[in-house]
């Protein structure tokens, strides 16, 4: 199985930023769709950016303005900038990558923890 590896996370008070990244193993990334996921405690796992093939990307309207989502296909690594940052941003954060011919985000990574203090 292709595997995603999350890091980056940690403690951060209100206002500041941390960069997440998520590293790839398989040989197909490049042409591959990229997602960062989010859950809260006691809430669904919802979609916060997207970054296609083509570096087309989308945003949760909770986050626009805030984060960037990138990827550098050289590293097979995508990236989850997260700035001005806010106590409701604290949740698990998952990386997922959509195959080529797939319509769903099947495959995932363990996730990282962020947590934003008040």
């Known amino acids: 199985q292709v595997q995603l590896v999350e890091s980056g996370g940690g403690l951060v008070q209100a206002g500041g930023s941390l960069r997440l990244s998520c590293a790839a193993s398989?040989?197909?990334?490049?042409?591959?769709?990229m997602a960062w996921y989010r859950q809260a405690p006691g809430k669904q796992r919802d979609i916060v950016a997207a970054i296609s093939s083509g570096l087309t990307t989308t945003y949760a309207e909770s986050v626009k303005g805030r984060f960037t989502i990138s990827r550098d296909n050289t590293k097979k690594t995508v990236y989850l900038q997260m700035d001005s940052l806010k106590p409701e941003d604290t949740a698990v954060y998952y990386c997922a990558e959509r195959a080529y011919g797939s319509s769903k985000y099947g495959n995932w990574g363990q996730g990282t923890k962020v947590t934003v203090s008040s």
């Open positions: 398989g040989s197909s990334f490049s042409a591959n769709a």
